[in-house]
């Protein structure tokens, strides 16, 4: 919250020495989790966009911040002001994908830019596809999928599969599904934030599978793999990196140790960007950015790439410019798919202690300039 | 009839307040406020309808966004069907807000009574849990039940119709939703006025004494609980509309928590106490909110001291003491 | 599906009883001592498992958290009896509801101002960590140190209301209050030191229960509303009823969620069989409490019959 506060204030100081000069600034409206259980993937976002702005030095954005404490008419009504009121033009910073169902097609309609940090749920990417909807993130399918694919890499044949029974859990196993050539040795939907997984562990057990994967994001996955860890049960486990990113692994500690994980980012990948946005994460907060940090960060640097390129007033120029993506991407490289999805490639990282620190670390590729299978549905072209 | 009293000053004031404001906001391009002013009327419909099982029956329930939810849910499906044309139980589904009103009274009143049928057999503290309970097993469902989008909730692509007005225009819904909640308030008065009124304020009281007149209680509390419930369902299909979204999070037990916090926050069984409370919420949530994001906290400290030092809600603070019964 | 899977699961179901028989038994106990319903009991669980993990991090010993979580706890709970549930006794139980709703507010806010936004690293002890062979299956060690404990702190309780003085005046503060303060007790000290016990049983379930959990905001509600159904079946004001409510919506809500995919599975697909199966073993419990309604509107066990 201080950063946010001192940065403001730097953008407006800047703002009144550098003189009417300057065009208006464009007003960025970003509706995230600042609070209740899910706060740290919000907290990550605004951490991450916000550093891009700084690392930028432009005045070029104003961003306002206001938290939707995960609740669908909150977040609703937090657009309809933002949009109203305060004049954003671009909205931006939903992480969930319920959230981003109840917000994004009527911020659309309205002709306001969304790009989406985090949740990419499968209408928004298929027929209710949206010209002024971008996603900086993932079709929600994507990182399972690459999950399912290098499952088939490891060599798994029967795996037992577990997600929660929401929409979101069940394109998970979906998406696993659809890529992974093997066996299934169960197939578990559990509640959502069910804590206790004694009674599924017991049936993981039972049912003699070589393997895992799960999709239990958020506390849900610290729960699951404690549980996991003194179970005595020992198969290997595959995941999206959602139960795996960087808010999540000091509190799983050590029993996440080994697990494979599927991410478009990790810390560790190698080119000059994102080595500069990680030691600038850690310098400015003190922690390793999680993939929301990323996300977050690409996001804001997708935004300003346009902003410079077109005016925002200009819808169809300012469309066009974001559809070029003409900004490097901390994962690497970037261009956007018909429907306006991210096409890229999607990793396998392991989680290691480096350093007396527990991390992702990168051990292969999983799916390569992947474009999701929505896209096939969305007319724009 | 009573004589015009402080407290009937103070509601006309208020419901005069909240239409003036944003017909004031429409001049002044203010569309926000307006936005606002109908969100508030909305959850004060919700809080009306509590308030017929709380304020007048002593029924504290905890569950009653189960019956918002509902409303917003029946909101979202008929529209949901009218759209892609798919039969609903060999049905067409429906776009106007009329059609859409009655299904969500009559979907959230027969919860309500099935509901009420079990919780009403005790009374108490026991009465709370239990509302709250049942109100947690139907958001479980909601949120696993694939068929209507689950925990994504179902949106509304296009807002429902209203006969003569443009309800995409935010000043004609708030048109709308102000007049059917001073219908809600109509209903509200006139419940309380009647003898069906006294009889539920009467047991409220003394529950044995009415039985002892030949009157059962039982009835006459279910048949308050279900009213009270499709005053809130109607309240969820207009909330459905407001957010073009309907969702699980509807029926979330914090949403629980809001109504009775509306209802204690504006005096309970006052009038205009919802209406109240409602506004106060909402200005809580959009002032605080915008200064710190540890808003609930402060939120608590408010609600705890309405509490323990200001009895009788905001109304009471105002107008004084209740002159019903 | 095998016997080894069965009782592997009926283990599993009691474990679970019994942690939220040491959460329904603190909230029973409020109610029944001072007619007072507290909706701030699952935040008092939080409060536990937060000073446990803050703890056992900063000391490197579990059983250090686990007593500081209790502490915690207990402390916190007496803090909020004497600042403002003591004012509430004799309020109706709207004002009760609404009071402790926003303590729900302020403790969790509290929570997160303190400990920061993000999950706390809670693990299980070194000398409980592993499984042991029960013969018929292997079964981790720390959740059978979990029943001991449960079954423990049960007979505990049971030891302190029946054969202490203590215990005599918490029963004669059930049974009616205007008479014990006659007989000289310190009513206001009793209150508190029973409301602190009720706190420091939700926190030392929640320290439990986080080792093998997230530590995180928000923890406590889910629980409360389970301990809400258990001292409904059970019986509102009683120990007994408590212990038998937990148990039978441990194993229930166990077992439900096991059986009925496996049920749905021999007629449909396994996916779909999974996802309806789990839908409707969520709510199974809540059907139980309805039947029990049906037959008993007092719960299983009513206080004073």
Redesign the interface.
């Known amino acids: 919250?201080k950063l946010h506060n001192t940065l403001l204030a730097c953008a407006s100081a800047l703002a009144l020495s550098s003189g009417a000069a300057l065009a208006d600034p464009v007003t960025v409206g970003m509706i995230t989790t600042?609070?209740?259980?899910g706060?740290?993937l919000g907290?990550d976002i605004r951490d991450g966009f916000m550093l891009a702005l700084e690392m930028d030095g432009s005045d070029a954005i104003h961003l306002v911040v206001?938290?939707d404490a995960q609740?669908?008419?909150q977040a609703?009504?937090i657009a309809?002001?933002m949009i109203?009121?305060e004049g954003a033009q671009i909205l931006t910073g939903i992480v969930w994908?319920?959230l981003a169902?109840?917000v994004v097609?009527?911020v659309t309609?309205q002709d306001i830019v969304y790009v989406s940090p985090n949740a990419g749920?499968s209408p928004l990417a298929g027929a209710m596809c949206n010209e002024n909807y971008f996603n900086a993130a993932w079709q929600n399918d994507m990182l399972h999928e690459a999950a399912g694919a290098y499952a088939n890499t490891l060599g798994y044949n029967d795996t037992f599969i577990m997600a929660p029974?929401?929409?979101?859990g069940?394109d998970a196993?979906t998406g696993f599904k659809r890529r992974f050539d093997g066996e299934?040795a169960?197939?578990?939907?559990?509640?959502?934030?069910q804590?206790?997984y004694?009674?599924e562990i017991?049936?993981i057990?039972?049912s003699g599978a070589d393997s895992i994967f799960m999709f239990l994001p958020?506390?849900?996955g610290?729960?699951f793999m404690?549980?996991y860890a003194?179970?005595?049960v020992d198969l290997p486990i595959i995941s999206a990196a959602f139960s795996f990113s960087q808010?999540?692994l000091?509190?799983?500690?050590?029993?996440a140790l080994g697990v494979y994980n599927a991410g478009q980012w990790s810390p560790d990948l190698d080119n000059a960007a994102n080595t500069a946005f990680v030691a600038a994460f850690r310098e400015a907060y003190g922690r390793t950015p999680s993939i929301y940090a990323s996300q977050g960060f690409d996001s804001a640097n997708l935004i300003l790439s346009a902003v410079a390129a077109a005016d925002i007033e200009d819808r169809d120029a300012f469309r066009a410019a974001l559809r070029a993506a003409d900004f490097t991407s901390v994962r690497g490289d970037f261009a956007f798919a018909n429907n306006q999805h991210p096409i890229q490639d999607v990793y396998i990282r392991q989680v290691v202690e480096v350093d007396g620190e527990i991390t992702n670390q990168l051990v292969g590729l999983a799916i390569e300039d992947y474009v999701d299978v929505y896209a096939a549905d969305c007319a724009m072209n | 009839m009573p004589d015009f009293t402080k407290e009937h000053a103070l509601n006309a004031v208020i419901a005069l307040g909240l239409l003036v404001v944003p017909l004031w906001a429409y001049f002044a391009g203010e569309i926000f406020t307006i936005t606002l002013f109908t969100r508030i009327t909305i959850l004060a419909l919700a809080g009306v309808g509590l308030n017929i099982a709380l304020g007048l029956g002593g029924m504290v329930s905890f569950g009653h966004a189960v019956y918002f939810g509902a409303g917003g849910y029946a909101a979202g499906i008929l529209a949901q069907h009218a759209f892609n044309g798919a039969p609903l139980l060999g049905l067409s589904g429906s776009n106007q807000m009329l059609v859409i009103w009655l299904v969500a009274m009559a979907v959230s009143g027969l919860l309500a009574a099935v509901i009420g049928a079990f919780s009403l057999r005790t009374s108490g503290i026991f009465f709370i849990m239990i509302t709250l309970a049942f109100a947690q097993m139907f958001y479980y469902f909601a949120i696993s039940w694939p068929a209507y989008g689950g925990e994504d909730g179902l949106p509304i692509y296009v807002r429902n119709q209203f006969p003569g007005l443009n309800t995409m225009r935010p000043l004609e819904l708030f048109l709308i939703c102000w007049g059917v909640l001073m219908a809600g308030l109509a209903l509200f008065a006139t419940l309380r006025a009647s003898r069906f009124g006294a009889a539920l304020m009467a047991i409220r009281q003394n529950p044995d004494r009415v039985a002892s007149l030949g009157i059962n209680p039982f009835g006459i509390k279910l048949a308050a609980f279900v009213i009270s419930g499709m005053v809130t369902g109607l309240a969820g299909a207009l909330m459905a509309d407001l957010s073009r979204f309907a969702s699980p999070a509807g029926m979330a037990w914090t949403m629980s928590g809001e109504l009775i916090v509306i209802i204690i926050l504006g005096g309970t069984g006052r009038l205009f106490g919802p209406v109240v409370g409602a506004a106060f919420l909402v200005g809580f949530e959009v002032f605080f909110g915008g200064l710190t994001e540890h808003w609930k906290l402060w939120l608590g400290v408010v609600l705890l001291a309405a509490v323990l030092f200001g009895r009788g809600g905001i109304v009471g603070l105002i107008a004084g003491r209740e002159r019903f019964g | 599906m095998t016997l080894a899977l069965l009782f592997e699961q009926l283990l599993n179901g009691l474990q679970l009883g019994l942690m939220l028989f040491l959460m329904s038994a603190g909230l029973t106990l409020v109610f029944g001592v001072m007619g007072l319903i507290n909706l701030a009991h699952g935040s008092l669980f939080m409060i536990g498992a937060f000073f446990c993990a803050a703890v056992a991090a900063a000391s490197g010993n579990f059983w250090l958290g686990l007593v500081a979580g209790t502490a915690a706890a207990a402390a916190a709970g007496a803090l909020i009896e004497v600042t403002v549930l003591r004012r509430l006794y004799t309020a109706d139980h709207l004002d009760q509801v609404l009071a402790t709703y926003a303590l729900i507010l302020i403790l969790s806010e509290g929570t997160r101002i303190i400990f920061g936004p993000f999950p706390l690293y809670l693990d299980v002890p070194a000398s409980l960590s592993g499984t042991v062979d029960l013969g018929l299956t292997l079964y981790p060690l720390y959740r059978l140190a979990l029943i001991g404990f449960g079954l423990a702190v049960a007979v505990g309780l049971w030891f302190l209301i029946s054969r202490t003085r203590l215990g005599v005046r918490i029963r004669a503060g059930e049974n009616d209050r205007e008479m014990i303060a006659a007989l000289g007790v310190n009513i206001r000290a009793l209150y508190t030191v029973v409301f602190a016990l009720g706190a420091a049983l939700a926190g030392m379930a929640g320290a439990l229960v986080g080792a093998v959990q997230a530590v995180q905001v928000g923890m406590g509600e889910p629980v409360l509303i389970l301990a809400f159904v258990v001292i409904v079946i059970g019986g509102i004001g009683s120990i007994k009823g408590a212990m038998v409510g937990a148990l039978l919506v441990g194993v229930i809500d166990t077992m439900g969620r096991f059986l009925l995919p496996n049920i749905f599975a021999t007629f449909m697909g396994a996916s779909q069989a999974s996802s309806i199966g789990s839908a409707l073993a969520s709510i199974l419990i809540y059907l139980l409490m309805a039947v029990v309604l049906v037959l008993r509107p007092k719960g299983l066990f009513p206080p004073h019959a």
């Open positions: 919250m600042l609070s209740g259980g706060a740290g907290v206001e938290d609740r669908p008419e609703v009504q309809d002001r109203q009121s994908s319920n169902m109840a097609p009527s309609a749920p029974n929401y929409p979101a069940t196993l299934l169960g197939e578990i939907y559990t509640q959502l934030g804590t206790d004694a009674g017991a049936q057990r039972a958020g506390g849900m610290i729960s404690r549980q003194q179970s005595g808010d999540m000091p509190a799983t500690g050590e029993a």
